[in-house]
């Protein structure tokens, strides 16, 4: 199973990047996703997670209001929208696959890992 992230760059903050995840629809078409960051010498970090169908969304509590989660059921791709980037979401953003349909926060109730994307955000 392939996940291939994409759209990490860098960008001055204040500024905006949108990350993509794509995969077979047969991964992903009855299960979450989500979207996980990580700075060197630190833990995984929930970023944000959709539903099966793209109807459910949640996401961390440093992000909410500036980064919006979707999923293209038809495409089998999620994507991240992140606006009024800050230099501290600076780190390797992972997309991932839940096992279940319903989207959580927890790195241990995905299944499947992209090899990520870097976003640097510059003061």
């Known amino acids: 199973v392939q996940l291939q992230a994409s759209g990490g760059g860098l960008v001055q903050a204040g500024g905006s990047l949108r990350l993509s995840c794509a995969t077979s629809?047969?991964?992903?078409?009855?299960?979450?996703m989500g979207w996980f960051r990580q700075v060197p010498g630190k833990e995984r970090e929930f970023v944000a997670a959709?539903?099966?169908?793209?109807?459910?969304?949640i996401y961390g509590d440093s992000v909410k209001g500036r980064f919006t989660i979707s999923k293209d059921y038809g495409k089998a791709v999620a994507a991240l929208q992140m606006n009024s980037l800050k230099p501290e979401d600076t780190a390797v953003y992972y997309c991932?696959?839940?096992?279940?349909?319903?989207?959580?926060?927890?790195?241990?109730?995905?299944?499947?890992w992209g090899q990520g994307t870097e976003v640097t955000v510059s003061s």
């Open positions: 991932a696959v839940n096992r279940r349909s319903v989207p959580t926060q927890e790195p241990s109730e995905y299944s499947y």
């Open positions: 959709v539903s099966w169908n793209g109807g459910t969304r």
């Open positions: 629809r047969r991964t992903s078409s009855n299960n979450a």
